[in-house]
């Protein structure tokens, strides 16, 4: 009898071996080819020459990626403070940069530096923007400080 059942075992474990899975094949679309947008342009070059601590954003919309770099965001940010400020407008256009600004989100010391920053600066709607004052003080290190405020605390 116990022959039988270690028989039985055998046949039932190569029957079981021997099933084959159910699998579902799915056609992929080899032709939507995925593209990279760099900075608004589409980018062609071998995506790791862009330096990684460089990039501030990276976002995917169907068959793109989006990068944002650090210079870019920081141009579109000053672009969108200077149509607001004329202050913050002529002080970038005299010195060309914001790196001795002290930057404040409301009530929020920023530290224009850091990449969550910069995102924030960048993503932050003109339409939120209630108001952006730009006081000079000798008593700071900085040439200026920058208040921002928006119509909502974020």
């Known amino acids: 009898m116990k022959v039988y059942t270690v028989l039985f ?3 039932l474990s190569i029957n079981a071996f021997a099933q084959q899975s159910d699998t ?4 992929t679309d080899t032709t939507a080819a995925q593209s990279i947008i760099v900075d608004g342009k589409e980018y ?5 020459f862009i330096d990684p601590k460089n990039i501030v954003n990276v976002s995917v ?3 793109s990626t989006i990068i ?3 210079p870019y965001a920081t141009a579109a940010y000053q672009k969108k403070f200077s149509a607001i400020s004329k202050s913050y407008k002529n002080y970038l256009e005299k010195k060309q940069t914001d790196t001795n600004l002290q930057y404040v989100l409301n009530n929020t010391m920023m530290n224009q530096d850091r990449k969550s920053t910069i995102q924030e600066f960048y993503q932050l709607s003109p339409a939120n923007i209630k108001n952006i004052s730009f006081k000079r003080d000798s008593h700071f290190t900085t040439d200026a400080t920058v208040i921002i405020t928006t119509k909502e605390d974020n």
């Open 24 to 27: 579902v094949h799915k056609k």
């Open 44 to 48: 062609k070059g071998d995506i790791k």
């Open 61 to 63: 919309v169907k068959n």
């Open 9 to 11: 075992c055998l046949f």
């Open 68 to 70: 944002v770099t650090k």
